[in-house]
Structures are given as structure tokens and as C-alpha cells.
């Protein structure tokens, strides 16, 4: 999410959200974060903090995401 404007200036129109084990609820808080985030209405620090209110140990930045303790979590 908070590298999102970049990518769209990048050119990048395609994304992809992977989902595992989240309610219906859940998926559609997390997706409309994201549609308002690539309108424009939000800017991806917004989004990011949102979400990760909603589950701080299941949202992470992934392959982006720098090193750190996995027990940090805890």
C-alpha cells in the first residue's frame, strides 16, 4: 500500500491481494482500502495503518518487507 503511487506512476495497473483464511468482512474492508487507495481518495500510508489496526500478525508488505525479528510480534 505505501508504495502504490509509485507503481502507478511506474505504469503498473495490475495487482494482486492474496487471501487465505479472511470472513467476507474482511475481504471487503480490504478491498475497498485498495480501491480507494488506486482512486486516489487515500494515500497508501492511510491504507496500510487501517489495515494493519484490523490484523497487526496477518497483513505484512511481503517481499518488500526488510528483515526483522519474527518474534517482534510477540
Known amino acids: 500500500a505505501e508504495i502504490a503511487s509509485d507503481l502507478l506512476q511506474a ?3 495490475r495487482f494482486r491481494i492474496e487471501l487465505l483464511q479472511e470472513s467476507p468482512d474482511e475481504v471487503r474492508h480490504l478491498v475497498s482500502q485498495y480501491r480507494r487507495l488506486l482512486d486516489g481518495s487515500v494515500t497508501g500510508d492511510v491504507v496500510w495503518k487501517s489495515l494493519d489496526a484490523m490484523n497487526r500478525v496477518g497483513i505484512t508488505r511481503g517481499t ?3 528483515k526483522r525479528n519474527p518474534l517482534a510480534i510477540l
Open 11 to 13: 505504469g503498473v495497473r
Open 64 to 66: 518488500l518487507e526488510s
